[in-house]
């Protein structure tokens, strides 16, 4: 099988996937994924279809095989740093979630989602300061609310010091 068929291959399994098939689009990425062990964007769509399944388990090795090299493009290794992490973190991996989503957001500091379940995965591991600023630092700095703009300097302050008082 060629590169091209690959390609095509692909993007039909992707498709099915958007479009409600996820058993469909699985079939089909793991043949591909027989045909082409070492093909990062097939391993990262294999796991994500098995999360779109609920099979979190079964995701984990696809998302390991997808980010072991530079493989994947700028977006779908955010995807697969966020997915993994979030999966790790539904496992009760929750050590292992907050080291993969502190690389997602060293290596994409702007995103949003990242930051979010990063904050979750820290929560889960009793880091509830860091949790809580991240979380404060995102309302603050992509919220629309004209009613939290106002009081942003203030959010931002409190997001470096939970504790301080008067």
Same mark, same amino acid.
């Given at each position: ?15 099915? =996937?958007?479009? /409600?098939?996820?058993? $469909? !689009?699985? *079939?089909? +990425? ?5 045909? #082409? &062990? @070492? ?49 790790? =973190?539904?496992? /009760?991996?929750?050590? $292992? !979630?907050? *080291?993969? +989503? ?5 290596? #994409? &500091? @702007? ?56």
């Amino acid at each position: 099988m060629s590169a091209q068929e690959k390609d095509e291959l692909l993007a039909q399994a992707v498709r099915l =996937r958007e479009e /409600g098939h996820p058993e $469909q !689009a699985r *079939e089909r +990425l793991l043949s591909l994924t027989a045909a #082409f &062990p @070492d093909a990062a964007d097939v391993a990262y769509q294999t796991a994500w279809v098995h999360d779109v399944l609920g099979l979190e388990a079964e995701a984990v090795p696809y998302y390991e095989r997808s980010l072991q090299d530079e493989g994947l493009g700028d977006e779908e290794r955010r995807g697969a740093l966020l997915g993994l992490g979030s999966t790790y =973190r539904v496992l /009760g991996r929750f050590g $292992q !979630a907050v *080291e993969t +989503l502190r690389r997602g957001v060293s290596e #994409f &500091p @702007d995103d949003g989602a990242l930051r979010t379940f990063l904050a979750m995965a820290l929560f889960n591991t009793g880091e509830h300061h860091e949790a809580m600023q991240l979380l404060l630092r995102l309302v603050a700095t992509t919220s629309d609310s004209p009613h939290v703009q106002q009081y942003r300097p203030a959010i931002e302050h409190y997001a470096a010091d939970l504790t301080q008082t008067m």
